[in-house]
Nanobody
Framework: QVQLVESGGGLVQAGGSLKLSCAGSGAIFSTMGWYRQAPGKHRELVADVTSGGSTNYADSAKGRFTISRDNAKNMVYLQRNSLEPEDTAVYYC???????????????????WGQGTQVTVSS
């Protein structure tokens, strides 16, 4: 079964650092990335990375977060230094894969989500 399992969240003091990990299994993912959702707000993209290593960051994340991927381990990571209280949110791992469907062999994208990991930054 396709699974995404996040780890590394917790309570962190402002100014500290944090590295989140997401372990994928059951498929080879074309894109893996991280989203976050603060209380009362919509879920937003932080960053993602393709299997080829191309990265994409939200404007607010540039220079603050670093995403990396280990294809051999099928894992993706998110690094953040100098944490701020505004970083408090549930962080979700997301992964996309493609598959051929039907007799016409049409390409279809599938999106998978992890359970999320809580990151709380205290002042």
């Amino acid at each position: 079964q396709v699974q995404l399992v996040e780890s590394g969240g917790g309570l962190v003091q402002a100014g500290g650092s944090l590295k989140l990990s997401c372990a994928g299994s059951g498929a080879i993912f074309s894109t893996m990335g991280w989203y976050r959702q603060a209380p009362g707000k919509h879920r937003e993209l932080v960053a993602d990375v393709t299997s080829g290593g191309s990265t994409n960051y939200a404007d607010s994340a540039k220079g603050r977060f670093t995403i990396s991927r280990d294809n051999a381990k099928n894992m993706v990571y998110l690094q953040r230094n100098s944490l701020e209280p505004e970083d408090t949110a549930v962080y979700y791992c997301q992964a996309e894969r493609t598959a051929l469907t039907g007799w016409s062999k049409q390409t279809r994208a599938f999106v998978h989500w992890g359970q999320g990991t809580q990151v709380t930054v205290s002042s």
